[in-house]
Structures are given as structure tokens and as C-alpha cells.
């Protein structure tokens, strides 16, 4: 490729190169980052469905400081400039110096934008053919991601909130970034092509994985249930563990839940009974009232306190028992628990997800009584034993007052 043509697709806006400047030399990782919902996040069809309804043009440009965040740096609110629809692209984030989530100042995404790109290596390991480099260890960090992953609204309300739920969780204390799980090492691609030089490194995935992909979410959690009959019916325990996620399961954008689907069926598989259970974090307004799924723009705009908040944290191990009344199905009965992830956003056609992330099934097993329950059964009886004592002397005494 000639310079010429080099600068004839570089739109220059204050410096901020095009991304198909960066695959003239780049190209797997452009191939990564261009289906990536970094690339689409202005372009999001969820996003503008949502986007349409926020009118007032300070609400509008605090939602492109994340969504197209080149427009917000170069105050080209209006994206007159191509570049400013190319959404997180990969000069704004090479060009991040630091990156405070959380911090409602101007203060939260610093950029220096030149000709130097900033990232994982010294530039001693590298050769400066095409622009100079420069060392961050803040690409590194969580925090880094954090800058735009931890949004906090005018009324100081964190509407999401996977930075400092990683920062709370396990994996912050040893040292596992949001990197390490979202931006695994792939092979397929060298840092740059072998036309421009030659190299053994190779390249961290620039796909961005996460609740849009099937991938990831179905390895998430994990599931496993145990069902017995019970003198009042049967009952189920369900584990479902967030094995994989860094953060909250679900993380994001309050609009997701996962949702527990419990189902007892007869010997020939037909279902007799089904519960449901969801994970999810539900907001309110500043009056109280809970903002729902058809108002995102609600969500972000004016959400200021969490009504319940039930997801579950990194590691983390729910224990939920269900009851089934009877009757119930005599030989043969099995129990199935269901976990899938639901996004349902107010787009045009109902288009939404749902994908499944775990799933167990046991047979109803008869009725057997554990030794702690037998145990909590005598335990039981001892104490009520004791508090009908307790109360029959007491009555003695009393009634033994009264009648003196
Ligand atoms: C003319 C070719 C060329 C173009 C165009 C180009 N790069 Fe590079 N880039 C390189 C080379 C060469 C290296 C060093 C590779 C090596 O020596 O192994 C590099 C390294 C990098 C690094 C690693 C820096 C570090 O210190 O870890 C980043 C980040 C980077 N480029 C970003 C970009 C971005 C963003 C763009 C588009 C705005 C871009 N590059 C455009 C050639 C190019
Ligand atoms: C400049 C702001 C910005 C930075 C910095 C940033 N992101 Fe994002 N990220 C976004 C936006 C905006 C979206 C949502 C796009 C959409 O869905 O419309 C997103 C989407 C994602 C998604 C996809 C979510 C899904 O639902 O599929 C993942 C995963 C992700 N980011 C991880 C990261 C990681 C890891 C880092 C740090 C290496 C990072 N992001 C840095 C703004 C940012
Ligand atoms: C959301 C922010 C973000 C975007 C967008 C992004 N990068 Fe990166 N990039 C990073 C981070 C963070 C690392 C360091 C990852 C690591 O080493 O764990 C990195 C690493 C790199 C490296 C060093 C080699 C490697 O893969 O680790 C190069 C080169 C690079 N990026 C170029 C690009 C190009 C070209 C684009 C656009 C096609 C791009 N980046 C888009 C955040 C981003
Ligand atoms: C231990 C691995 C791990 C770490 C660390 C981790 N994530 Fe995730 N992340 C996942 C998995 C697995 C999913 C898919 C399941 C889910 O939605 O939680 C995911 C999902 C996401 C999503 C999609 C949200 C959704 O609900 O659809 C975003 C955005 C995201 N992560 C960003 C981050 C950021 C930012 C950090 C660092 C602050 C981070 N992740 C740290 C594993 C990790
Ligand atoms: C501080 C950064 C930030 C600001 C400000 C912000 N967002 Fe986002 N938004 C994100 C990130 C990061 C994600 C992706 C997280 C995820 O998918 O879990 C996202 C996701 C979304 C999604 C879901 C997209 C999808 O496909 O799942 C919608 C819709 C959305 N934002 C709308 C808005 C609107 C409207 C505004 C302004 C009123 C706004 N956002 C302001 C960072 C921001």
C-alpha cells in the first residue's frame, strides 16, 4: 500500500487515525475488532433503538463519550467526521494515558493522540516502522476498561457497575485482569503482518467476547441438582455456581438477568411441574419507582437506587430448594434445572437473546431420611420438649401465685 493511500483513508481529526490506517499493517487484529461490539458500539441497533429517545443534546453527548468516543474527544457531536462513527476504536484506545472508572470529572479518559501508540511492549522490543511506540502498563489494568465500564449518572448512581464488581470479587486480589479472561492470547495472527516486519509475537484477541456471545456466556456458570421425594411433596437443590465470570453474573446493563428454570417431569419425560427463579439487579427512579426493561434510556438517564440486587458475585455458589406440592408422579420422575441468559430489549420485531448457559437433571429420588435430618428431627423434639417444660413450671408457679 502507497502513503498516498495511507492518508486518503485517514480521516485526521485532532490526530485520531482511522482504523483502516491500522489494518494496512495491523490486519488480524483489525479482522478481531471489526465485528467486535467495540467497533458497533454507536452502530449497535440496541443501542440506537435506545439512543433515538434521548433528546436532550448534554444527555446525548454523555452517551457518546462511551458509545463513540472519538466524536466526544474531538466535539464533533454531530459525527460530521467518518471517524467519529467508527465507535471504540483502535487509536482512541491506544492513545489512553489514564483512566480513573467511576470518576464523574473530565478527569476519567485521558488521551494523548500523535504518533505515539501506547500498549503492552517496551519499545526496545519493537521496531518503529510506522509510528513510535510507547510502554503502558495501564493497557494491562483493569482499570483501563473500568474508565467505561463503570457508568455513573448525574445523580451519582452507578448504572453499571462491572468495574467494581470485578474490583470486589476474587479475581482482582490475584491479579486477574479483565484482559486476561476478554482479551486471551491467539495465535493465528502476528502483532503486525509480515510484510511490514517480520515477528514472532503474536496477537491478543481484539473480539471483545461478552453477553453477545453464545461462547462465552454458556461457559459462565455451572449446575447440578439433587431432587428427593418429601412427606409434603418433593423438593430440589439446585447449585448454580459463577464459575467463569469476573464479575457479577449477569454484569452490564441492568435489561439482563438469567433466569433458573426448575421442572419436574413423569416417567416419559412429559412436564408435570415448573418453577422459575431470576438473577437480577432491579433499579428505581429518583421517586422510587422501578425503572423497567422498555426504558434503557430511563436506566442510564435517571436511575438512582438499587431496588433488589440478586446476581451472583465472581465464585460464588447459590444453594436454591424447590418445593413441589403433590401430587406428584409415582416411578420414574426426573428433575431438570435450567439456566439461561435474557436480554430482551425494546428493539423493532421483539428481536432479543436467549441463550442457554447450564442445565442438570436428576431422578426424583424416594424418600430418605439423612442422618441431619434425623438429627434436626431429635434436636427438634428435644427442644420442644424443653420449652413445654419451661411452660408447664411456669404455669405451676404462676397459677400457684394467683390461687395463693
Ligand atoms: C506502517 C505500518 C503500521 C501502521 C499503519 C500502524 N502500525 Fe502499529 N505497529 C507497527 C509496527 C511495525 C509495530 C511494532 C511491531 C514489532 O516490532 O514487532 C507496531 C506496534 C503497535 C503497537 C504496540 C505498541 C506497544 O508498545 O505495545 C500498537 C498498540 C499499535 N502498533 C497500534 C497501532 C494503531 C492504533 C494503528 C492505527 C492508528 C497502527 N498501529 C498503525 C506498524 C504499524
Ligand atoms: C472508550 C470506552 C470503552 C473502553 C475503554 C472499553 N470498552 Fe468495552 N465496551 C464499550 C462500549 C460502549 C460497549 C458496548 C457496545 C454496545 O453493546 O453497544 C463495550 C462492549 C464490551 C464488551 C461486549 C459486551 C457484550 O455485551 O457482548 C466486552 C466484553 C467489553 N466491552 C470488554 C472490554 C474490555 C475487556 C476492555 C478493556 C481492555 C474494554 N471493554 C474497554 C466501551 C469501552
Ligand atoms: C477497547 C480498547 C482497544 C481497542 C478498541 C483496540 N485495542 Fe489494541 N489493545 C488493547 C489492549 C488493552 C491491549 C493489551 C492487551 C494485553 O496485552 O493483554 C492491546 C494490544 C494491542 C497490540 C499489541 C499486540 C497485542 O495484540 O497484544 C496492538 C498491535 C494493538 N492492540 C493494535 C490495535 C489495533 C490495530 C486496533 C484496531 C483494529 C486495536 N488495537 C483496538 C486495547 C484496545
Ligand atoms: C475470570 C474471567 C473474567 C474476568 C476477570 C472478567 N470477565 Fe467479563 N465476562 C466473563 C464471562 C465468562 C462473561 C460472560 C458471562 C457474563 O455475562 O457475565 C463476561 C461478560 C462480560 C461482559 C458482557 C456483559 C453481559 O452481561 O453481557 C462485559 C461487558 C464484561 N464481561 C466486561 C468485563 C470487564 C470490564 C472486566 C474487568 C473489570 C471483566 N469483564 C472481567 C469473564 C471475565
Ligand atoms: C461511561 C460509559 C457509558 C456511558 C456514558 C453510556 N454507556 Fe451505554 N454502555 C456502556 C458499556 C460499557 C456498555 C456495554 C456493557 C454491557 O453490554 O454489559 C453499554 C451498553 C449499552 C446498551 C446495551 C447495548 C447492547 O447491545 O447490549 C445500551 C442500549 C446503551 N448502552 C445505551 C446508552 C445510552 C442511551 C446512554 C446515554 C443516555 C449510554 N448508554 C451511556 C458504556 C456507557
Known sequence: MTAVLWVGLSVSAQ??????RCEECHSGIYSEWKDSMH????SDPVFQSVFVSVKVPRDRQWCQECHAPVSAQVRDYDLKQPISREGVTCDYCHSVTQALPG???????R??????????????????????????????KAEFCGACHEVVNRHGFHVMSTYSEWKQGSYAGSGIACQNCHMPEDIRFPIVDAHVVPTTKT????ASLGGHSQIRVGNAATISVLAERTAAGAEAVVYVTNSESGHSLPTGIPARKLLLTVTLSDANGKPVRSQELEYRRAIADTTGKEITNDRIDEMFLNAARVLSDNRIAPKETRREIIHFEPPLPEEGATVEAKLQYVFLPPLPGGAGMRFLMAAATAELKARTAPVWRQGGA????LVAVGFLTW?????RRTTGGGTA
Open 103 to 109: 470518576d464523574t470529572s473530565a478527569g476519567r479518559i
Open 39 to 42: 467497533a458497533l458500539s454507536y
Open 378 to 381: 431429635v434436636a427438634a423434639l
Open 15 to 20: 490526530g485520531f487515525e482511522s482504523s483502516k
Open 203 to 206: 496477537v491478543t484477541s481484539h
Open 391 to 395: 411452660l408447664a413450671l411456669r404455669r
Open 111 to 140: 488521551l494523548q493522540v500523535g504518533d505515539v501508540k501506547r500498549g503492552p511492549f517496551p519499545p526496545e522490543e519493537l521496531t518503529e516502522k510506522g509510528h513510535k511506540n510507547a510502554h503502558s502498563p495501564l493497557h494491562l
